[in-house]
């Protein structure tokens, strides 16, 4: 895939740190754009519908977290958070407000150019009408069945569910939070073991009609993940 339409927004109030970046992406082909205070994010995001953007957490008048929060009440752009707060909980809400990855400062450049690379690979058109982004794949929300290669694979309601979810945002890591929130509509308490045990099974299913391809993938600490066969 060219990358030369893709359109990356930088937000990030380092001036060095954002021209070497902006340098390493536009080296990739990437187009870049460049704005250095959170409370003007928003209205980039409107403006330059950007295909990724990189999110510092520290910005003077709005921080990342604020906005990630607000740009998934309106969009779906990939997000990747920049941040040098290394605490398990600003990791664990950064991905519940819907961010796409997160990388630590300090940092290589070709690491960050790395990650875009491989989070627009996730979100660039591979997703079918159906919904599928594994073009082996088709769900059929009527039946709420998968056909795999061809054949048919019955789930239970909340295996789909739990399926759907993960296949419709490619990449996108989701807590078990979440997932239960998904797939049981009225919110019932239910433990993280009950999401593991529903994983354990789709996955065991899965694997009989696609088998060593490992598309679901747990994401230690956090949840789980669709990784669409390469």
């Not at 895939?1 to 893709?6: E, T």
């Not at 990030?12 to 021209?19: G, I, K, M, T, Y």
């Not at 400062?105 to 979100?123: D, I």
């Not at 997703?127 to 056909?147: F, K, N, W």
Request: hydrophobic residues 35%.
């Amino acid at each position: 895939m060219s990358d030369d339409h893709n359109k990356v927004l930088i937000v990030e109030d380092e001036e060095q740190l954002a021209s070497l970046l902006a340098d390493y992406l536009q080296h990739s082909g990437y187009r870049t754009t460049h704005i250095r205070r959170g409370d003007e994010a928003i209205a980039a995001i409107r403006a330059e519908q950007p295909d990724l953007v990189l999110l510092d957490l520290m910005l003077p008048g709005k921080n990342g977290m604020e906005i990630c929060r607000e740009t998934r009440s309106f969009s779906d752009v990939p997000i990747i958070m920049v941040t040098a707060r290394v605490e398990e909980i600003d990791r664990l809400l950064g991905l519940e407000l819907g961010c796409d990855d997160y990388i630590c400062k300090p940092f290589s450049p070709r690491e960050v150019v790395a990650r875009v690379k491989a989070v627009l690979r996730r979100y660039h058109p591979r997703i079918s009408e159906d919904g599928a982004s594994d073009p082996r794949m088709t769900l059929d929300e009527a039946s709420y069945s998968v056909s795999c290669n061809g054949r048919r694979l019955d789930l239970t309601t909340v295996e789909f569910k739990l399926l759907a979810t993960l296949v419709n945002k490619p990449g996108r890591i989701f807590t078990r939070d979440q997932l239960m929130d998904n797939i049981y509509s009225d919110h019932r308490i239910v433990s993280d073991r009950t999401v593991d045990s529903h994983i354990k099974k789709l996955r065991k299913k899965l694997d009989e009609l696609m088998p060593d391809t490992d598309i679901i993938r747990s994401v230690y600490g956090v949840g789980y993940k669709y990784e669409p066969a390469e």
